[in-house]
């Protein structure tokens, strides 16, 4: 693995005007990143990745190279570009071990996060390197939102997310409340009562998109968001209908595979893939169909009803009359993207949202609602993991501002109050014996 690593870093060229730190999102120094290596000082390497990118061991993994970085290497203008993917991961998840600095001395101040994914753990590590103690809501019982419940472990590892809780949580005191939805029993005017100076919402999209036709609920039909999240669940059988070719649907189809599934097919609208170059080759070398110009019909126990589509001179694509083709099948999931949950915005006074759902916010993150910042998914639809960290980095800083403009909260209302020490049960029986 080293001498790989070491192999494409030899090839970089150093170019003065790096193309591929231009067409990363976060911007990565990748040339001094691989002088730093190429110079045995890895650990300085490492701390630069990670002082950019909180992220950078999931990045490393799940980036869209193809389209970012590696995309726009001058090498792979005539040649195969330099894979900084492989160097990136290496880097990281070595220097990680030993990353076991302790938090930053506190401010007094304390914020909250609204979702441990991608954009709710950058802002959380950022403001907690200036001393905000932090705490993290998620309704689920671990961190990393998509990263864990919607990429697949053979893609990103649950390790990667266990040693990104332990490393940038756990030693730096950001407190982790699971299960906890927030528009529900706690509310965002429960936080600021409690003390929280400025409120971060992270949530992800975990409302899936409907296709809105007949034969959508049967038993044997689920969308990719639920089936990604726990793929044991579903007993959908051995020939599985993927209905959409983005990434997401890559990953339903080869999970698919990995759980018992023998012919698995993707259904496009048009004769192009939405998903990368890179997924979809994995997804056909793994043994996926896919099926192009279709419009799904009708869902049916047996089967999918699928007709040839069209474009008409408004662009909208549309099924040609009498192509309908019943196309058998025993499961299908339905990978057409998701949108946003409700509930928190219909429980939050005084904030904007856009026709979709997705909260309205400034370039640097501000809502309606002061004291109220959002990126991510929440504030921009699905966008890429590094685009989510490059834009929570910004909001991050955006917060800070904000809270240093505030006067120092009070410490409590009741500073009389007396301590009262309650002992346990067993403690109270053996004095008495």
Not at 136 to 146: A, E, L, M, T, Y
Not at 153 to 164: E, G, K, Q, T, W
Not at 275 to 302: H, M, P, W
Not at 311 to 339: F, M, N, W
Request: proline share 5%; charged share 20%; net charge neutral.
């Amino acid at each position: 693995m080293a001498l790989h690593v070491m192999e494409e870093a030899n090839r970089c060229l150093g170019c003065k005007k790096p193309r591929c730190q231009e067409g990363c999102p976060i911007h990565t120094n990748i040339p001094e990143v691989i002088r730093l290596l190429k110079a045995g000082r890895l650990n300085e390497a490492g701390w630069m990745l990670f002082e950019n990118n909180p992220l950078t061991t999931v990045c490393a993994l799940v980036c869209n190279h193809e389209g970012q970085c590696e995309g726009h290497c001058v090498r792979g203008i005539k040649d195969a570009p330099v894979h900084f993917s492989v160097i990136e991961s290496y880097i990281s998840s070595t220097y990680a071990n030993q990353m076991v600095k302790g938090p930053a001395p506190s401010n007094g101040r304390k914020a909250a996060v609204i979702g441990a994914g991608p954009a709710g753990i950058t802002v959380a590590i950022i403001l907690a390197r200036y001393g905000y103690q932090m705490t993290i809501f998620d309704s689920r019982d671990k961190i990393g939102g998509v990263l864990r419940y919607g990429i697949p472990d053979f893609r990103l590892p649950d390790s990667v997310l266990d040693d990104l809780a332990y490393r940038h949580l756990e030693l730096k005191g950001i407190q982790f409340r699971p299960n906890t939805y927030i528009g529900s029993a706690v509310t965002i005017d429960d936080l600021f009562r409690d003390g929280y100076q400025s409120v971060f919402v992270g949530a992800g999209l975990w409302k899936p998109r409907k296709l809105n036709i007949r034969g959508e609920s049967l038993g044997h039909v689920t969308y990719a968001i639920n089936y990604l999240a726990s793929p044991k669940a579903f007993r959908l059988g051995e020939r599985i209908m993927v209905i959409g070719t983005g990434n997401s649907a890559m990953d339903c189809a080869r999970t698919a595979i990995r759980h018992g599934a023998r012919f698995v097919t993707c259904v496009n609208l048009t004769d192009k893939l939405t998903a990368s170059q890179y997924e979809s080759s994995y997804a056909k070398l793994e043994g996926v169909d896919f099926i192009y110009n279709k419009c799904t019909l009708e869902i049916r126990e047996d089967g999918v009803i699928l007709a040839d589509s069209q474009v008409g001179e408004d662009g909208r694509i549309s099924p040609i009359p009498g192509t309908e083709k019943l196309y058998p099948c025993t499961g299908v999931i339905i990978a057409v993207s998701q949108g946003a949950e409700s509930n928190l915005v219909t429980t939050t006074r005084d904030i904007d949202t856009s026709k979709s759902g997705l909260l309205t916010v400034d370039a640097d993150g501000h809502t309606s609602r002061p004291g109220v910042f959002a990126a991510g998914d929440a504030a921009s639809g699905a966008r890429t993991v590094v685009e989510a960290v490059a834009n929570s980095k910004r909001v991050a800083e955006a917060m800070h501002a904000y809270m240093q403009t505030l006067p120092m909260p009070v410490t409590t209302d009741y500073p009389d109050a007396p301590v009262v020490e309650v002992r346990d049960a067993a403690a109270q029986a053996e004095q008495l014996l």
